[in-house]
Nanobody, 131 residues
Framework: VQLQASGGGLAQPGGSLTLACVAS????????IAWFRQAPEKEREGISC????????WHSESVKGRFSISRDSAKNTVFLQLNSLKPEDTAVYYC?????????????????????????WGQGTQVTVSS
């Protein structure tokens, strides 16, 4: 499986961006695609995930109400809509995919995606929020 993330860039505070993660080589289902981000000198944090089995979604408290995850199953693409951006959203954003039962469980729980469970990662896309 390969993931290609795109859509990052420079946005002003309060602005919007749409990230896309295209998965190729998918041979099994269900799967979970998650978005993580890593700011300079900070740990990578999971911010959103979506399950292909029932479209279960999860968003971290830091982005809930501002970011929204969705998918286009026909194109094996997951989108992350970033609205009301803040300077603290500046980070490299990564998408990752996994098919394990544990990953499915965590995405549907209050805990969200765990970095250690994901084996396949995209290359990351930079999001910078600045005036």
């Amino acid at each position: 499986v390969q993931l290609q993330a795109s859509g990052g860039g420079l946005a002003q505070p309060g602005g919007s961006l749409t990230l896309a993660c295209v998965a190729s080589g998918l041979t099994s289902d269900p799967w979970v695609i998650a978005w993580f981000r890593q700011a300079p000198e900070k740990e990578r944090e999971g911010i959103s995930c979506i399950s292909s089995s029932d479209n279960t979604t999860w968003h971290s408290e830091s982005v809930k109400g501002r970011f929204s995850i969705s998918r286009d199953s026909a194109k094996n693409t997951v989108f992350l809509q970033l609205n009301s951006l803040k300077p603290e959203d500046t980070a490299v954003y990564y998408c990752a995919i996994d098919m394990s039962p544990a990953t499915l469980w965590y995405c549907g729980s209050k805990y969200g995606p765990l970095t250690s469970l994901y084996d396949h990662w995209g290359q990351g896309t930079q999001v910078t929020v600045s005036s």
